[in-house]
């Protein structure tokens, strides 16, 4: 048996077969620091950097360089130290992307303690006792957030949490510590940040961490029913950051990106190792559709080379007026991702930006793959997320784990550098989504092309059997959205006595559309693509929604959508029949 492997192209090829692997090297040297020490290398280096820039919808501007960033970071550090916060504990935060947040994330991290991301809402917030018991969190930090809008959750998840609720200290309760003046009912704290770093700190030593610490729990969406607990170490993060734009660009990055603090892709944290300035909003200033023109005038008033953009913000930005841009600024880059992009994202291009980045990546293992730079009248096939990132692994088996040929669809797994350390709290689902030989299930379904890009499908948990087929939602989304009225689609399994489950097409608008166009606009479509396979995928129920609802990290809640689905289409009992 001959075995050859390419490492620049990442292909493997057996007995003549190329098997679908992809590999890209490293081209710099890992570095084995903390997130702490690049922070107070920034301070030094570059003091007056502004590396956080927040804008108000009013027009103010407030910013933080890594000088003040540093300082107050540390600060709040020697204060959780004092207050009995050892080396390893982990420690809460939540709120809304603000000044507030990033201080109160490098602090966690300065006193050698772990943070806990927490996204929080009304609905979420008492499913945030059960986080805090799993991980047994010492202490949360609060910002509720600009004129308190997040009060109520806040409220809400503080009256069912074992939480201290004065200066009294008592064995078993949780710290709270406000990182702005908040009133809030039935608390007499007295500990703010603004407080807290008018406090003599001086005497107080931090810890030193390492690069194999702990650093950084983060939640997933929670789209499979409930939410992991990702670890991450310093090393994970710090050892070869990830950047949004290509590493060899010859300018000084003003990157906008306003996802939230405790995603991925949102970390500042990773502002601070690529000592990148980032301008950023409020996430609900933009999730209502209604402030494109708003942002994209902040865009320019900070000058920002290259945004990071959710792909609803794109849509908006597409239909604000041509006049907009007749000014001829534009960004290097515009990066997206987190669901399955194409063509349609390329408009983009020219009018807004020079080129398009589509970014692939989990919470679990941060950076996978990208694809671009992509510039105006370039392909973009539906799912193309390219070439690993540097020092990542990427194969696609079939059920037995076997690496399965080009152009072959099975299962996607990754290996890198940059996994998780484990699901904390959870031994056996970790054990579950690694192989023996340390590559990671992601749950994701594609293929390698001959090219030698990555196309994602879908996710595995998403795939409707219609029979004895699987069939991917992800793609017949895409399919729908190119009708010009449709907004959003939500393709979900819907009960069926003879099949098992079938298709029901969820769509939102933004024109006139009726259920019924999006149907003939499905048959016209999938028969002029003239597969066995397309045929086979022919949605058989068609769903008008207002809106869809949301996880709490703003992706559509399709568990919801396809129980609400279920219930309109009259089928709750055949459901009751199918799962009996």
């Not at 794109?314 to 841009?325: I, W, Y």
Request: some cysteine; aromatic content about 8%; overall charge negative.
């Amino acid at each position: 048996m001959m075995i050859k492997i390419c490492c620049l192209t990442g292909s493997i090829k057996i007995d003549n077969m190329d098997l679908s692997y992809l590999h890209t090297p490293a081209v710099e040297t890992f570095n084995y620091t903390t997130v702490v020490r690049v922070a107070s290398e920034n301070a030094r280096l570059r003091p007056n950097q502004e590396i956080f820039v927040l804008r108000e919808l009013d027009g103010s501007r407030f910013s933080l360089t890594n000088a003040s960033l540093y300082q107050q970071a540390a600060h709040l550090g020697r204060y959780l130290v004092s207050q009995g916060i050892k080396k390893g504990d982990i420690v809460a935060i939540m709120g809304p992307n603000t000044l507030e947040m990033v201080v109160g994330m490098l602090g966690i991290l300065t006193a050698g303690a772990v943070v806990l991301n927490c996204t929080i809402n009304m609905k979420t917030a008492l499913d945030v006792r059960n986080l805090f018991q799993l991980t047994d969190a010492k202490c949360i930090l609060v910002d509720p957030g600009n004129n308190n809008s997040l009060l109520d959750p806040v409220k809400a998840m503080l009256d069912n949490c074992n939480v201290q609720k004065d200066d009294r200290k008592e064995d078993g309760l949780i710290k709270v510590i406000f990182l702005r003046k908040t009133d809030v009912e039935g608390f007499t704290m007295t500990d703010t940040l603004h407080t807290i770093l008018s406090q003599d700190m001086k005497k107080v030593d931090l810890p030193i961490t390492y690069p194999d610490d702990p650093a950084i729990i983060s939640t997933t969406s929670g789209s499979t029913g409930f939410p992991k607990t990702v670890l991450h170490s310093n090393f994970n993060v710090s050892s070869y950051p990830f950047s949004w734009t290509p590493t060899s660009v010859d300018y000084e990055i003003i990157m906008y990106n306003d996802r939230p603090f405790s995603w991925g892709g949102g970390s500042p944290i990773l502002n601070i190792l690529r000592s990148m300035t980032r301008v950023f909003m409020d996430v609900a200033i933009t999730m209502g559709g209604n402030n494109a023109d708003f942002l994209w005038q902040v865009v320019k008033e900070e000058r920002c080379t290259d945004a990071l953009f959710f792909t609803y913000i794109m849509q908006d930005l597409l239909g604000l007026p041509p006049a907009v841009t007749e000014d001829g600024f534009r960004l290097q880059h515009v990066a997206t991702g987190g669901q399955i992009i194409d063509n349609f994202y390329t408009q983009i291009t020219n009018r807004f930006c020079h080129s398009l980045i589509v970014v692939y990546g989990t919470t679990e293992c941060i950076p996978v793959a990208w694809n671009g730079p992509v510039t105006q009248g370039e392909n973009l096939p539906a799912g193309d997320v390219g070439r690993p990132y540097y020092g990542v692994e990427i194969r696609v088996v079939d059920a037995q784990e076997t690496t399965v040929p080009l152009e072959t669809v099975g299962k996607v797994q990754v290996r890198s550098p940059y996994l998780m350390k484990c699901y904390f709290g959870n031994e056996k689902l970790t054990k579950d989504v690694f192989t023996d030989d340390r590559w990671f299930r992601t749950g994701d379904v594609g293929k390698i092309s001959k090219m030698g890009n990555l196309i994602i499908h879908g996710r595995e948990s998403d795939a409707i059997s219609r029979g004895t087929r699987k069939v991917y939602p992800a793609m017949l989304e895409q399919l729908v959205k190119q009708m010009e009225s449709v907004k959003d689609v939500c393709i979900v399994p819907v009960p069926d006595k003879r099949l098992y489950e079938e298709i029901c097409v969820c769509f939102t608008f933004s024109g006139k559309v009726t259920r019924d166009d999006v149907q003939q606009f499905c048959q016209q479509t999938l028969f002029k693509e003239s597969t066995i396979d397309s045929l086979g995928e022919m949605p058989t129920y068609f769903l008008l929604f207002e809106e869809f609802p949301k996880l709490a990290n703003g992706k559509t809640n399709k568990r919801a959508v396809a129980m609400e689905a279920t219930l309109r289409l009259g089928l709750t009992e055949v459901r009751e029949q199918v799962m009996a």
